[in-house]
């Protein structure tokens, strides 16, 4: 986790607001991760008037409005996603690698939205991805992706807090 830390205070050094957006179906096991983050996230940084958290579910590109509004100076996204690795694992995905890697469970391609919100709001997007172990429709997330929901939602915390408190 010492490089994830390392790369989200690389790249909220300069920004003077940050938005995380979480994408994916609760419905559908590990699929849930990025809306997990954003649940823990609102409970440790929530209050904090220079961060946007948007559990985007399937439909990230209806949180586009939202985005451009609060003009953010870096978004990530966070997403199950499949990487090839070790379930639980997470990973940062250049969005230019996007096309090769399965983010399968949204109404818009998530490199489409990417473009988008970057012509739009001019911030820049980071995309992190958690590799999944299991996406069933109804089964549980898998305590791997939950242990990496959990660290990264404290990562966020620590150096959000370090960052805006």
Do not use: W
Not at 22 to 49: F, H, I, K, W, Y
Not at 76 to 102: N, R, S
């Amino acid at each position: 986790m010492l490089y994830l830390k390392e790369y989200i205070e690389a790249m909220i050094k300069d920004a003077a607001s940050i938005a995380i957006m979480g994408v994916g179906s609760e419905l559908c096991a590990d699929d849930a991760a990025g809306m997990m983050l954003v649940g823990r996230l609102e409970q440790t940084v929530g209050n904090l008037p220079q961060v946007l958290l948007m559990a985007a579910s399937t439909a990230p590109e209806n949180f586009s409005g939202q985005v451009k509004k609060f003009a953010p100076g870096r978004l990530f996204i966070i997403d199950a996603a499949h990487l090839e690795e070790e379930p639980g694992t997470i990973g940062i995905v250049d969005p230019k690698d996007i096309g090769g890697i399965d983010f399968s469970t949204h109404t818009l391609p998530l490199p489409v939205l990417v473009d988008y919100l970057k012509q739009e709001s001019g911030c820049q997007v980071s995309v992190l991805g958690i590799q999944p172990q299991n996406t069933r429709m109804f089964a549980p997330v898998c305590p791997q992706v939950v242990n990496a929901v959990d660290e990264l939602a404290k990562t966020f915390t620590e150096c959000l807090q370090a960052k805006f408190l």
